[in-house]
């Protein structure tokens, strides 16, 4: 892990203990599941909605 | 106490650059807007409104901010939201798979440093403004707008802030539960002073403050500047959008907390400057309300500005853990973060170069924060596809997927490189005008950005594609 000096830091023990946990077989976060690919459609297909319409009213206002 | 002495520290997700657990996730799709809201509803978003109607009037102004906003929000969201949420890791950290380890450092030392002390000034700068107008009219202090007064209470929200980021992340969360929807109410309440005294029509056929001759170059420079405000959250999301609990925890609050937010206190600040004729916000509150509201929207805004600097330090200084390595990590929470302020302080001596020019430094962030959006969404999304060797983005050692050459990514580099080239090319953000017609159509952070993006996909592609640098997929 960090550094290969022989000195293991309170910092480098505990980073060690979260990646082992965090890299476990299993480690059930529901915050590490894929974004899904509509989702990501939706989201820029919603931006580009929101300027062509405020261009469009732009444009005839 | 040895809990306490553990989370001052680097050896805590909060104050460190460690990967978050699961149980320390905070932030679900309800408080990770009111989050967002606290932090744009700031009164930066009625300075940077106040700045559009500098260059356009109502109608052109609200569809600058609205263009501008989304563009921007869209793309930076993708880009830093969603790896730093998934895998739990600081931002600047998670950019070592861009990057490289020796190449973040670069990336602090010359974005984050400007960005975080530039824009922390600024806030401050105007937390003194606004506090030294209630001051005037309260106690007859006489204090002027570039007094050595303003700055000694800019000094006052600096050490209040400093004093908040001791207490974290959980500290601002709570203290955004009443900020946030607060700052909602007093954009209501300034609409409705502002239509008590004049009437839409009015408002709408007010000229703008200090226009180009060519109303196109004025819209779209309008334009710019928004999409400047919008690629500046680069590097604030991603280290509040890890604490997410889901991914559409992490995305969806930036339509409602940045952007929509954002457009509406943006809207409330040209609105009030167009009627006003002053781009201040500070100038506006008094003529506005009286000197008993004026001064009570005056102490609120200096305490909404606080929450404001408070969330671009967390960043930066958990930024500056992640580059200086084991000896940021060992220095106590509250001295780094009180080191970091200095510069702060010592910019704010200077309110008017700093304040008044604020839209300058604005158009020049967009040059850096514009291709670097681009260069980490196509980075994370199209060329890795969403994943990351976490193991290896705290690793040094020189055989890590992100060792690249000498801890540094060229590529992205020389991408970041194209893409301000291009910005430059079609901008100037010295004096906000056209160097290329093209400008008037296509605006220079989206093509700087796309630009960018493209030529890191490119390089990526051409030079890495399968090889053991870098850790991209074949």
């Known amino acids: 892990m960090k550094g290969s000096g022989t000195y293991e830091s309170e910092i480098d023990k505990e980073l060690n203990r979260r990646l082992d946990v965090v890299l476990r077989d299993g480690y059930d976060d529901p915050a590490r599941a894929d974004i899904s690919r509509w989702e990501l459609v939706l989201w820029f297909g919603a931006a580009v909605l929101i300027a062509v319409i405020t261009v469009v009213m732009k444009s005839g206002g | ?474």
């Open chain 2, 1 to 474: 106490m040895a809990m306490s002495e553990t989370n001052f520290t680097g050896a805590s997700s909060e104050y460190g650059t460690l990967p978050v657990l699961k149980e320390e996730r905070q932030l679900g799709l309800f408080d990770h807007s009111l989050v967002n809201i606290g932090i744009a509803v700031a009164t930066w978003a009625f300075l940077l409104g106040g700045t559009t109607a500098m260059f356009v009037g109502a109608w052109d102004g609200i569809a600058a901010i609205i263009i501008g906003n989304i563009i921007g929000v869209s793309i930076v969201s993708v880009s830093v939201c969603l790896g730093t949420s998934k895998y739990g890791v600081e931002q600047f950290t998670f950019a070592r798979s861009v990057f490289g380890r020796v190449g973040v450092l670069l990336l602090v030392c010359i974005f984050l440093a400007i960005y975080g002390v530039g824009w922390s000034s600024v806030l401050s700068i105007m937390f003194g403004r606004a506090i030294s107008e209630v001051t005037n009219s309260t106690m007859a202090t006489g204090i002027g707008p570039n007094d050595i007064g303003v700055t000694w209470l800019a000094m006052v929200a600096i050490v209040v802030s400093w004093v908040l980021l001791w207490k974290g992340p959980t500290a601002v969360k709570w203290l955004n539960r009443i900020v946030g929807p607060g700052k909602l109410i007093l954009c209501a309440g300034i609409l409705l002073l502002l239509f008590g005294e004049k009437s839409w029509s009015t408002i709408a056929a007010a000229p703008a403050l200090q226009p180009f001759d060519d109303p196109k170059t004025n819209f779209m420079v309008a334009v710019e500047i928004n999409l400047a405000a919008s690629f500046g959250w680069w590097p604030i999301l991603g280290n509040i959008s890890r604490f997410t609990k889901t991914p559409r925890a992490a995305l969806w609050p930036n339509l409602v907390g940045i952007f929509a937010a954002a457009v509406v206190g943006e809207t409330i600040g040209l609105l009030a400057a167009l009627s006003l004729g002053n781009f201040d916000p500070t100038a506006w509150m008094i003529p506005l309300g009286g000197a008993v509201i004026g001064c009570s929207v005056l102490l609120f805004i200096g305490l909404a500005n606080i929450t404001a600097i408070v969330s671009i330090f967390y960043g930066m200084c958990l930024a500056m853990r992640q580059a200086g390595g084991r000896y940021f990590e060992n220095i106590p929470w509250g001295i780094l973060t009180g080191a970091l302020f200095i510069p702060v302080i010592v910019v704010s001596f200077f309110p008017a170069q700093v304040y008044d020019k604020f839209f300058v430094f604005l158009a020049w962030t967009a040059l850096g924060f514009a291709p670097l959006s681009g260069v980490t969404a196509v980075d994370y999304i199209l060329l890795r596809r969403g994943r990351v060797n976490t193991r290896d983005l705290y690793s040094d050692a020189p055989e890590g997927d992100y060792a690249f050459w000498g801890g540094v990514n060229w590529i992205a580099f020389v991408a970041l490189f194209v893409g301000g080239i291009v910005y430059y090319a079609l901008f100037n953000p010295m004096s906000l005008t056209a160097h290329n017609a093209l400008f008037n159509w296509i605006s220079a952070s989206v093509p700087s950005c796309l630009v960018a993006g493209l030529v890191h996909y490119v390089l990526t592609k051409r030079f890495l594609r399968g090889s053991r640098t870098g850790g991209y997929p074949a």
